[in-house]
């Protein structure tokens, strides 16, 4: 299994500032994910984090708008940049780790825009 | 520590079939339980459950919660093999907001 944290769990930001999110896993895993939950909503992905290389946007997606860092096989962060309160949503880290590539999900960050 | 337990984790049955997937939780601060379907990359929502007792329909997918024992069941009738796909379970708590079940892999036969 995989344990994930999340920071911050919450926020609540002005318009035109920018947040960065840290996801933190207890293994090492290859595939980490990015994606945004708003209420009643399907989870939308964001993009797919690779260590070691460029992370790959999903379409209505772009870099400078979520810039992402994954430095190691443990760690990545999300920035949410020039935020305006449509951006308002809950953030959610996710990895595929185990033999069967089962995935698992960070507890979310609560982002409200004003 | 907050859990969610789902069952069976992998479920294998031909078209025509019913099933039924379990989700049992403890999570303090409880807000509702929500339900997806994941086939690629993102899950889609099927249910939000927020009540004990009122039973929620789309089509042939239907779940219900029961608040007081903490637990969920979602059924799929007349299964096809497009309910094919990992059935993920999860609690949304006013605190941490998200606890995720390790979800049940369903396989539908023709």
């Known amino acids: 299994s995989a344990v994930i944290s999340q920071k911050p769990s919450r926020d609540i930001c002005q318009r035109g500032t920018s947040l960065t999110i840290q996801c933190q896993v207890d293994?090492?895993?290859?595939?980490m994910f990015w994606y945004r939950q708003q209420p009643g909503q399907s989870l939308t992905l964001i993009a797919t984090?690779?260590?070691?290389?460029?992370?790959?946007?999903e379409s209505g997606f772009v870099i400078d708008k979520f810039p992402i860092s994954r430095p190691n096989l443990t760690f990545s962060t999300l920035t949410v940049s020039n935020m305006s309160p449509e951006d308002s949503s809950i953030y959610l880290c996710?990895?595929?780790?185990?033999?069967?590539?089962?995935?698992?999900f960070g507890p979310g960050t609560r982002l409200t825009v004003l | 520590e907050d859990k969610v337990v789902q069952s069976p984790l992998s479920l294998v049955v031909h078209e025509g079939d019913t099933v039924t997937l379990n989700c049992s939780y403890e999570?303090?601060?409880?807000?509702?339980l929500l339900w997806y379907k994941q086939e690629k990359k993102a899950p889609t929502f099927l249910f939000m459950l927020?009540?004990?007792?009122i039973e929620k329909k789309s089509g042939r997918l239907s779940s219900i919660l029961d608040k007081k024992e903490l637990f969920s069941i979602l059924n799929i009738t007349a299964t096809q093999t497009g309910d094919s796909a990992v059935y993920l379970c999860?609690?949304?708590?006013?605190?941490?907001?998200?606890?995720f079940g390790p979800g049940t892999r369903l396989s539908v036969l023709p």
């Open positions: 996710s990895v595929l780790a185990g033999i069967t590539d089962t995935q698992y």
């Open positions: 293994s090492q895993v290859t595939m």
């Open positions: 984090a690779n260590q070691g290389s460029e992370a790959t946007y």
């Open positions: 999570v303090t601060n409880f807000r509702s």
């Open positions: 927020t009540s004990s007792g």
């Open positions: 999860a609690v949304e708590n006013y605190g941490q907001n998200f606890v």
